[in-house]
């Protein structure tokens, strides 16, 4: 038996239902790891990764098991035996599985023993849990192969460790949540190394895929909790790494320890990532979107053109007699700095016009939010109509924050395709705004240097739907705003609780009957990428009607 190792960790990205396409990635990352021994994928990386309801497809079922077929055939050349993620039908049942490819056949399958059941995840509702599994043979070295939610409980890595494992090699869909890294290094995969005294290689898959992203960020850390390669995260990386087996077991090498993104460039990552993905695979020519001369629209130009490139991206400020002039310098300084195509479409005319042809309707009434939400809807349609003339997808701009407590306009600034601000609150684009004015990140397209003036950063938040608006006059300051969402969206804390922090009963109160009331609103909303525990739409699901009041 050897007692050296040599294997690759893939850290790819993934198309789901592009069948060919991923196991191309097979082929071409097992070229590039011809040294090695075993070269391993992340979970369901054949089908991608998360499949949802695609997966109950027959037709996609019967494809990537002949495809996985002609993965094993490919394993007779020289190189390393692949261990790929696929899904498996086995007595009529719906697996989550690995299979390890090596000398021209499938070697072996093993199944997914836990499945995830909260948060993004509804596995249960797709696979059956397979039995506790057995290591699978490779080189003569017994390896464990735990697919993702498998570390998350101690029980399979145990059973494994029982069954004679001499490492453990954990193939993942984990998706980007901020601060998770160090959860999987610390408050999993550690754990499970130390508990099973085995080596623990962690595999994540990297890329955007709707409302998810994958940071990747994978790792190895020894028997002893050490960590011994830490891979790049949002970037795709085939590492090679280097085991030894010594008097007390398998190590793994010292290899290159990457530092990771920290906050917030991590969350600025993970926008310019989900969106870069999402806009090429849905095939879109770039994006269009409002530039109002505000950090919301003025970060996400930025996020726009970091993800693909100055010339896929189209600014339009569309101004109404409300606009001040400082913001039509704002938004056309941002276009400059960026190097974007801007244009400036005044709406005065098509408002005037829907005032005439609804006048005799409101006719007796007086000015509210009615006539002055007709300008955000123009400008939604608008945008609409540049999307549909020239195939630009429609980007919404509008922030967490906003969306709670239904400070937007449906039909109106929530018209579009994609919002990578959907899950960050109004501080969080701040702080993500001031991080991008002074650096570019490592996977950026865009510009180095200031994104936008500084004057976007300091000036009061404004619709300008209004003579002399600020969002203030409807909304506590965000400094307070947003704390009380945390504590009411992330943690489902009640009234009592959140005031029990020091915050003012009736202000709580009225935040609360306005994240319900908005709810009606949410479930219209464009997708946009989840960056923390609970997001709205896959995360946290609440009933629109509902009579529940905490406070």
Known sequence: MPDTLKIALAQLNQSVGDI??????????????????????????????????LILKPSLIERAAAQLQTLAAASASDGPAMLVGSAFVLDGALHNGVALLDQGKVVAVRLKHELPNYGTFDEMRLFQPGPLPEPVIVRGTMIGVPICEDIWQPEVCRHLADFGAEMLVCINGSPYEINKDALRIEGVAKRRAVDTGLPLAYLNRVGG?????????????????????????????????????????????????ETLATHP?????????????????????????????????????????????????????????????????????????????YNVMPIGAAVD????????????????????????????????????????????????SEMSVGYATIYGDMAGGYNPLKDAYKMTVFAIARWRNHHKPRI????????????????????????????????????????????LVEHDKSVEQVVAEGFDRETVQRIERLLHLAEYKRRQAPPGVKLTARNFGRDRRYPITHAFRSG
């Open 20 to 53: 060919p396409g991923n196991a191309q990635s097979i082929l071409d990352a097992r070229q590039r790891a011809r040294g090695c021994d075993l070269i391993v994928f992340p979970e369901l990386h054949l089908i991608g990764y998360p499949p949802e309801d």
């Open 353 to 400: 016009g829907l005032d005439a042809m609804l006048g005799e309707a409101f006719e007796g009434t007086n000015r509210d939010l009615a006539e002055e939400n007709l300008q955000s809807r123009i400008r939604g349609i608008a945008l609409m109509a540049l999307s549909n003339k020239f195939g630009p997808m429609l980007m919404t701009t509008g922030n967490k």
């Open 444 to 487: 950026g397209l865009g510009p180095e240097g200031p994104v936008m003036p500084e004057n976007v950063l300091t000036k009061p938040p404004s619709a300008e739907l209004r003579a002399d608006q600020r969002d203030s006059d409807s909304l506590p300051p965000y400094e307070v705003l947003d704390p009380i969402l945390l504590g």
């Open 209 to 257: 895929q709707d409302e998810l992203v994958f940071d990747g960020a994978s790792f190895v850390v020894n028997g002893d909790g050490m960590l011994a390669v830490q891979c790049r995260d949002w970037e795709e990386q085939v590492v090679e790494t280097s085991w030894t087996k010594t008097a007390q077991g398998w190590r793994c090498d010292r290899g290159t320890l």
């Open 265 to 341: 460039e991590d969350i600025y990552c993970a926008m310019v990532l989900s969106l870069r993905d999402y806009v090429n695979r849905n095939h879109f020519p770039g994006v269009v979107l409002g530039l109002s001369g505000g950090v919301d629209s003025a970060i996400c130009a930025a996020i726009a053109t970091d993800a693909l490139g100055a010339d896929r991206v189209w600014g339009v400020m569309m101004p109404s007699r409300f606009t001040s002039q400082e913001s039509l310098d704002d938004a056309a300084a941002c276009a400059d700095a960026l190097g974007i195509r």
